[in-house]
C-alpha cells in the first residue's frame, strides 16, 4: 500500500510539472475548423503545385497516420500532401490539413525529424491557433460572417474574405505568436513521446534551420517569418521530457528517407505561382 501511495504521489508530482495545453477563445467550432480547412485546401491545390507520387503521399501519410494515435493530437482528420516547392517550409490549416514543402523534405537528417514537424503542424491544428488568431483580430466581424456563411451559396472562406481573413501571405490563419509556436513545440513533442518518436529530433531540427537561416535565408525565409523562434527550444523540450512518460523510441522505417529524397530531386521545377494568393505557411 505504501508503494501505491509513493507512485500514485510521482504520478501527480509529474503532472503538475506539465502545463496544460488547451485551445483558447474562439467564435469558430470544430466543425467549422473543419469546413474551412477543407475549403482552404482546394484553393492551395489550385494555386500550388501539389505533388502527385503515390510513395511520397504515403510516406507522409503512414508517419502522420502514427502521430495522429496520440490523445494530444485531437480527433481532427488529418492529411498530409506534399507541395513542389524549394523553399522550407510545412503549413497546417484549421481542421486538418496539411502540407510540406519539398525543400523541407530535402532538409531531413532522419524520419523523427519529419515526425517532429508533422507533429508540430498537427498542434496548431489540436490548439485551434489559426482559428483562435482569426477570432481575437476580427472579434467583432467575426460572429456575423459564422453565421450566415454557407447561405446563398457563399462559402465560409469567402465571407471570411470580405472581412479579411483570407489565405495570403499575411493571414492570421497562418502566422503564429511565439507562444503559439510554443505551445505547438511542447504538445508536439508530447505526441512524439506518446507513439515512440523522440521529441528532441523536432528541436534540434528547427534550430538547424534556424541556425541555417542565419547564414543564408534565401530559402527561409518564409519559414522564419511564420515560424519566430521561441527561444531554445531544445532546452525546454528536454526540460519537458523529464516529465513524460518514460517509452522506447524506434521510427517506422529509417531506410525509407533516401528513397524519399530521391524522389524529390527527381521532380521537374515547379511552374511559376499562379495569380491566386499563395499561403506562406505557419
Do not use: C, W
Not at 94 to 105: K, Y
Not at 225 to 231: A, V
Request: glycine share 8%.
Amino acid at each position: 500500500m505504501r508503494v501505491l501511495t509513493i507512485l500514485f504521489a510521482l504520478g501527480l508530482t509529474l503532472s503538475a510539472q506539465l502545463k496544460e495545453l488547451k485551445p483558447g477563445f474562439n467564435l469558430f467550432s470544430p466543425q467549422q475548423d473543419i469546413q474551412l480547412g477543407k475549403e482552404a485546401a482546394v484553393e492551395v491545390e489550385k494555386s500550388m503545385p501539389v505533388v502527385k507520387n503515390e510513395e511520397l503521399t504515403a510516406y507522409l501519410s503512414r508517419i502522420g497516420g502514427r502521430l495522429a494515435k496520440s490523445k494530444h493530437a485531437g480527433t481532427f482528420p488529418f492529411s498530409f500532401t506534399a507541395i513542389n516547392d524549394k523553399s522550407i517550409n510545412a503549413f497546417a490549416l484549421p481542421g486538418g490539413p496539411i502540407f510540406v514543402h519539398t525543400g523541407l523534405i530535402s532538409a531531413l537528417d532522419n524520419e523523427s525529424q519529419l515526425a517532429g514537424v508533422l507533429a508540430h503542424e498537427m498542434s496548431h491544428v489540436a490548439l485551434r491557433h489559426g482559428t483562435n488568431q482569426a477570432t481575437k483580430a476580427n472579434l467583432l466581424q467575426l460572429g456575423a460572417a459564422l453565421a450566415s456563411s454557407g447561405l446563398g451559396g457563399d462559402s465560409m472562406l469567402s465571407k471570411l474574405g470580405q472581412i479579411g481573413v483570407g489565405l495570403g501571405a499575411q493571414s492570421v490563419l497562418l502566422k503564429y505568436s511565439r507562444n503559439a509556436e510554443t505551445e505547438a513545440d511542447l504538445n508536439g513533442a508530447r505526441i512524439m513521446n506518446e507513439v515512440g518518436y523522440n521529441p528532441v529530433q523536432m528541436a534540434q531540427f528547427f534550430q538547424k534551420l534556424e541556425a541555417e537561416g542565419q547564414k543564408d535565408n534565401s530559402k527561409l525565409a518564409n519559414f522564419l517569418s511564420d515560424h519566430p523562434t521561441p527561444g531554445n527550444r531544445v532546452a525546454y523540450v528536454e526540460d519537458q521530457n523529464r516529465y513524460l512518460p518514460k517509452t522506447q523510441y524506434s521510427e517506422i522505417d529509417s531506410g525509407a528517407l533516401p528513397r524519399i529524397k530521391n524522389i524529390v530531386a527527381s521532380l521537374p521545377p515547379p511552374p511559376p505561382p499562379k495569380a491566386a494568393a499563395r499561403p506562406a505557411g505557419n
